[in-house]
């Protein structure tokens, strides 16, 4: 029987599903989000989003303080997980919505661009093991609403010198899954 203080000692996380995959990103199982991010983890789906506007500058969100991994980090936009059945456009949809109140008239089309492993451990906190898809898209819009409990600050950087002169944005600690997109991203 759990107690009231039981309840509000367990995170949001623990409420949520995400999609257990194998490295080749083929779905095997439905886990609970908490599970898949402490202790070793468990490999699975997600995304992260990289937003543009049509003079190469990228649009980083700053974490809130209060994420459970990586807050106050700075993000390549939004990165999440898709549930069963959804798919990665749909999720970045749902996310730059629901994160920094872009909608879909903002944009036409969210590219997948790339797909990669990675695990992270972070702090005494937890783990990212996971799949992670790359989905790209330009703003024609760039008028936003963030909401603070999702995001703490938004920046409009030059895309082409962060890539090239990572060192130069040290003080900002990106996180390590935009890292990754970023390096790998060639175009």
Not at 49 to 66: T, Y
Not at 101 to 122: A, C, H, I, N, S
Not at 164 to 173: F, G, I, K, S, V
Request: hydrophobic letters at 35%; proline letters at 4%.
């Amino acid at each position: 029987m759990s107690t009231e203080s039981d309840d509000a000692d367990v995170h949001p996380n623990a409420g949520q599903d995400v999609v257990a995959v194998d490295a080749d990103d083929t779905e095997l199982e439905s886990v609970n989000r908490l599970d898949a991010h402490t202790g070793d983890g468990i490999r699975h789906r997600a995304f992260t989003s990289l937003v543009f506007d049509g003079e190469g500058n990228i649009l980083l969100a700053q974490r809130a303080p209060d994420k459970r991994l990586w807050g106050t980090y700075w993000d390549g936009t939004v990165a999440s997980h898709p549930v069963e059945g959804q798919s990665q456009e749909a999720a970045t949809r749902q996310r730059l919505e629901e994160e920094l109140g872009v909608t879909p008239d903002q944009y036409d089309d969210v590219e997948l661009t790339d797909r990669f492993e990675y695990k992270r451990y972070f702090e005494n906190a937890g783990v990212e093991h996971e799949v992670c898809a790359v989905l790209q898209l330009t703003l024609d819009d760039r008028s936003l609403d963030p909401d603070e409990s999702e995001v703490a600050g938004v920046m409009w950087v030059p895309y082409d010198r962060l890539r090239e002169h990572p060192e130069w944005y040290r003080q900002l600690r990106l996180c390590p899954w935009f890292e990754i997109a970023m390096r790998r991203d060639r175009d």
